[in-house]
């Protein structure tokens, strides 16, 4: 499966930004799906992930209430709408995939990943 994220740029203290994670290939409604984000210096982590049916989400405890990720399966698209954005989530951010959801929040085990999209949150 190959992913597209887009939809990062940038945006002031409080504000909103929807990134799009657009995936090729009809098994796509059979991965789970994850948006990670590194700033610089620091390591890539999961923010929020979805299950393959979206019946099922999780979320860093740094973005709930604030994070919401979503699924259209028909459009092989996952969303993830960012509300209440601060400037400490500046980073560059990704969306991933894998068969294996146990193991979507583990940025070592997921097995295919889109190219960043750099969201940047001024004070």
């Known amino acids: 499966v190959q992913l597209q994220a887009s939809g990062g740029g940038l945006v002031q203290a409080g504000g909103s930004l929807r990134l799009s994670c657009a995936a090729s290939g009809r098994t796509f409604p059979s991965y789970a799906v994850g948006w990670f984000r590194q700033a610089p210096g620091k390591e890539r982590h999961c923010v929020a992930a979805i299950s393959s049916s979206g019946g099922s989400t999780e979320y860093a405890d740094s973005v709930k209430g604030r994070f919401t990720i979503s699924r259209d399966n028909a459009k092989n698209t996952v969303y993830l709408q960012m509300n209440s954005l601060k400037p400490e989530d500046t980073a560059v951010y990704y969306c991933?995939?894998?068969?294996?959801?146990?193991?979507?929040?583990?940025?070592?085990?997921?097995?295919?990943w889109g190219q960043g999209t750099l969201v940047t949150v001024s004070s």
């Open positions: 991933a995939a894998d068969l294996f959801e146990a193991t979507m929040t583990l940025p070592n085990s997921v097995a295919y």
